[in-house]
Structure formats: structure tokens, C-alpha cells
């Protein structure tokens, strides 16, 4: 049986519980446990701070777990990174009081820079031969400035709302971060298979994300057409309508296209256009 280790709270628990819904895995209601099993498949979930994630699947203690790369980076813990999930996207960045004028990398020289990040930090300031002060301070970096612990920050944006409402300005983007499923690079052949039958069923979930289901009634004249407009997996369905002349068009659409697509079937004569929800696609 795996072991999977998820953060216990914080931004990307709940997006984790709910890829794990999507995967028909019910973990009941467990805030208050360090750890449950599942239903529906045979793992059991520990519930962890994500910053000790990399740590429990590189010592074994979780076969696998879903964390931020920024921590895995930043950790250089022994795990392997074995897909990508699609949410908890976000960057690391240099940022500085916005009065400062800043012209390139070589403001660093000598500065002092506060953040939760000095490994990744780090070695990016080796790369480009940056001399500076890491200061390591867990939480509120972005106070740091303001009360002259520190003349710039790393930290993580998202938006960058963060940022400007505590008078900084970002400056440089280090590092790009997405929540990650990782594993303890030496599992047994037997929990292999069965991390094969997990990411299957992330991988046909992630597919589908923004993609929609649409169905139409349109003349049998204009299939050429809508074929035109419409990708679906392979060619859209063409069903036969009780009513002569007519048939019903199925595709898989990306929400991107989505209303101009339907505006364009209206055109060629579509009726009773449907969009459903899709919930898994599996090429
Ligand atoms: P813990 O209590 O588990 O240590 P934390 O406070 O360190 O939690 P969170 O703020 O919950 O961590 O962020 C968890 C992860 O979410 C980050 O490591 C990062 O990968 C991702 N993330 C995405 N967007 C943001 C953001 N705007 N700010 C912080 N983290 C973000
Ligand atoms: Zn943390």
C-alpha cells in the first residue's frame, strides 16, 4: 500500500484533496489526524507541513507526495519529481523597495536580502557571481525592508499584490514553481504499479482540465463544416437523428475556444447546443 503525504493545511491542501476526489479517492475528514487511509484506493494519506514533504518521501517514511517545487528545489532532498499537477503555480522573485532604481543583477554586490529560500537563492546568486548577505527569516518576508532587516526580499508572487501594498517592486523572476507529485526514488516493483495506476488517473484528470463536453443538432448538409470548427480526440461523433436531414455532433472542446467555437456552429446551422462538464479524458 502507498503512502502519499500532503500538505496538512495551507494553499495547496485542499487543491490536493480535491485531485485526489477527482482520482474516486474519499479521504475522510482528517484535520485533526496525522494520518488516514483512503477509500476507494489503497493508500493511506500523512498529513505533513509541506516544508518537511521532500524530507518524508526522500527518508521513506511517504512513498510519494505532492509539494511545491520551490520546496523540492530548495530542500535538495534524494525524491523524484514524477509529474507535474497543474495548480499551486507561483514564482520566486527578487523584489526591492520601489524607490530604489534598479538597472541590473549587480545592485546585489554586498546587499543584504531576506527570505525563506537562501538555497535556491543561493546558487542563483553564485551563477550570475552575486557577493550578498542571505538572510534566512521564515514568514513576513516582505516586511523585512521596511524595518531595515534587509534591503531587498526573495520571495514567493503569485500576483504581486503582496508586493506592491508593501511598497516593493519585482525586479528579477528566479524561479517558476507548480505543485508537484513526487516519490522516494527507490520504491519496491509492487508500489511502482500502483503509483502507475495513481498518475494514470491524475494524468487522464489534468487532460481534461478546461476542456468541455459539446453535443449539437445540426443539418446533415453542414457535418463538413462543423468537422472544420470542431477538434474532438480524434473527429467529432456524428449520430443520426430520428428526424431525417438532422444528425447530433459530439466533440471535446477547450474552454479557450469555447464561445467563439459555439458562436461559428450557430452560424452553419447548430441547434439545442449542450456544454458539459468533463471530468476525465484518457487519449
Ligand atoms: P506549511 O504550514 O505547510 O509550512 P506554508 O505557509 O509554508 O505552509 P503555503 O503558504 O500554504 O505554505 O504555501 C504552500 C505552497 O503553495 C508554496 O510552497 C508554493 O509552492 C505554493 N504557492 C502558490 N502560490 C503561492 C503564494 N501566492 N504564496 C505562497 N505560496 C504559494
Ligand atoms: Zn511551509
Not at 489503497?42 to 517545487?69: C, N, S, W
Not at 517558476?176 to 516493483?189: D, F, T
Not at 459555439?262 to 447546443?273: C, D, F, S
Amino acid at each position: 500500500m502507498l503512502k502519499i503525504a500532503i500538505q496538512a493545511k495551507g494553499r495547496l491542501n485542499e487543491q490536493s484533496l480535491e485531485l485526489l476526489a477527482d482520482a474516486g479517492i474519499r479521504v475522510g475528514d482528517s484535520k485533526r489526524k496525522l494520518i488516514t487511509r483512503a477509500k476507494g484506493f489503497d493508500l493511506e494519506v500523512l498529513y505533513l507541513r509541506d516544508d518537511d514533504i521532500p524530507q518524508a518521501v526522500a527518508m521513506g517514511v511517504a512513498d510519494i507526495g505532492i509539494v511545491g517545487q520551490n520546496e523540492v528545489a530548495e530542500k535538495s532532498e534524494d525524491v523524484r519529481e514524477v509529474m507535474g499537477l497543474g495548480f499551486g503555480a507561483c514564482r520566486i522573485s527578487l523584489a526591492l523597495p520601489k524607490e530604489e532604481e534598479y538597472t541590473d543583477i549587480e545592485w546585489f554586490q554586498n546587499k543584504r536580502v531576506a527570505t525563506s529560500y537562501p538555497a535556491i537563492l543561493g546558487r542563483f546568486f553564485q551563477e550570475k557571481g552575486i557577493y550578498a548577505h542571505i538572510h534566512r527569516i521564515e514568514g513576513s518576508v516582505e516586511i523585512a525592508p521596511s524595518i531595515g532587516m534587509a534591503d531587498a526580499i526573495f520571495d514567493i508572487v503569485s500576483s504581486g499584490a503582496t508586493l506592491i501594498s508593501n511598497g516593493l517592486k519585482e525586479v528579477e523572476s528566479v524561479f517558476e514553481s507548480e505543485a508537484v507529485l513526487i516519490a522516494n526514488p527507490k520504491l519496491s516493483e509492487e508500489k511502482l504499479a500502483e503509483l502507475d495506476e495513481l498518475t494514470f488517473r491524475f494524468e487522464s484528470i489534468i487532460e481534461s482540465e478546461g476542456m468541455k463536453y459539446v453535443l449539437m443538432n445540426l443539418p446533415v448538409s453542414q457535418i463538413d463544416a462543423a468537422v472544420a470548427l470542431l477538434p474532438g480526440m480524434r473527429s467529432p461523433t456524428v449520430l443520426p437523428l430520428a428526424q431525417e436531414g438532422w444528425c447530433s455532433i459530439h466533440s471535446v472542446i477547450s474552454e479557450d475556444v469555447l464561445w467563439p467555437t459555439i458562436r461559428q456552429l450557430k452560424k452553419i446551422g447548430a441547434e439545442g447546443i449542450l456544454v458539459l462538464a468533463l471530468e476525465n479524458m484518457i487519449r
